[in-house]
């Protein structure tokens, strides 16, 4: 109820002269009528403070609302005008992101390596188990090394044909080749395969990786000697160049020697560090035969 009255028929003192008690028993005689509850009444008759008018305001009006407003509301309102915009523009970016995502996906599924052209799910964070995490990022960023250094090893062979090297066509042209066959092949051939191994922790992988990735220890020091005509800017071209005065090739097959010496030396690191936890696992040449029969050639290429 909004309101509750009181109404009494008789004088009014007799409330405070006969107590609650009276109040009741006048109810009852009907000398007068009481239209409030006794809880209620029993509140009413305790009260000392007076009743206050649940409608008076207890503060004043104490600003003008058609005032212009102060220099620091001014600048409260720049703050949160600020604050509005910023969070617009991030839900902006965020729904941008969403719709990028959303067509890549549309285009290529979850591929998303290589970059310009997906053609594979490549993604440690996500799939590699937090102990083998490290190592699989190591050996991404030796890929990667590996990467550059046929691209450095190809231009000092440029250097070596302006150089006038004898061989430097031969060199030039191998290495091109190494640019477009060999990255490749190393990613798919050795990276992948342990890549996987790691993943599903499955047996074949781990053979795989163990096959090829000894040709590309081999392949490293190979380059990293440096043979004429074999498309190689290693130590023997580095030496020639520098003997021959050609400092600018000189620098290039430098380079290119110092890459295919880390990437080298990091990959037989790993490889016995790979090997050692091959061995701990229990991984037998009989359990990959037995994965190969009952996966299939297929489940190189598939990540489930």
């Known amino acids: 109820m909004g309101c509750?009255?009181?109404?009494a028929e008789g004088p009014t003192n007799q409330i405070a002269a006969g107590g609650l008690s009276d109040?009741?028993?006048?109810y009852h005689s009907g000398s007068f009528r009481v239209t409030v509850t006794r809880s209620l009444l029993q509140t009413l008759l305790n009260r000392s403070e007076p009743f206050q008018n649940p409608f008076a305001s207890s503060h004043s009006l104490d600003t003008n609302p058609f005032d212009d407003p102060?220099?620091?509301?001014l600048a409260h309102d720049d703050s949160r005008f600020e604050e509005l915009s910023r969070r617009e523009q991030n839900l902006e970016r965020r729904e941008r992101e969403l719709n990028q995502r959303a067509e890549h996906i549309r285009t290529h599924g979850r591929n998303n390596?290589?970059?310009f052209y997906p053609l594979i799910y490549h993604a440690i964070s996500e799939e590699i188990p937090d102990a083998s995490r490290p190592l699989i990022t190591r050996l991404y960023q030796l890929w990667l090394v590996l990467l550059g250094t046929l691209i450095i090893n190809m231009v000092a062979c440029i250097f070596l044909l302006v150089a006038g090297s004898s061989d430097g066509g031969k060199d030039l042209g191998a290495s091109i080749g190494y640019v477009f066959i060999i990255a490749p092949l190393s990613f798919l051939l050795w990276y992948r395969p342990i890549y996987n191994g790691y993943m599903k922790e499955q047996a074949l992988y781990y053979y795989f990786y163990f096959f090829f990735g000894g040709?590309?220890?081999?392949?490293?020091v190979y380059m990293i000697i440096g043979i004429p005509s074999t498309g190689s800017g290693g130590l023997i071209q580095t030496?020639?160049?520098y003997a021959q005065g050609h400092w600018v090739a000189g620098v290039f097959c430098t380079i290119a020697t110092?890459?295919?010496t880390v990437q080298g030396l990091g990959s037989a690191f790993y490889y016995r560090q790979i090997w050692n936890h091959h061995t701990a696992a229990g991984h037998s040449m009989d359990k990959a035969k037995a994965e190969l029969a009952s996966h299939g050639a297929k489940a190189y290429f598939t990540r489930g």
């Open 215 to 220: 040709f590309h220890l081999l392949f490293s």
């Open 4 to 7: 509750a009255w009181l109404a």
């Open 70 to 73: 102060t220099p620091k509301q």
């Open 113 to 115: 390596w290589p970059p």
């Open 23 to 26: 109040v009741i028993r006048g």
């Open 258 to 260: 110092v890459g295919w």
């Open 239 to 241: 030496i020639q160049m």
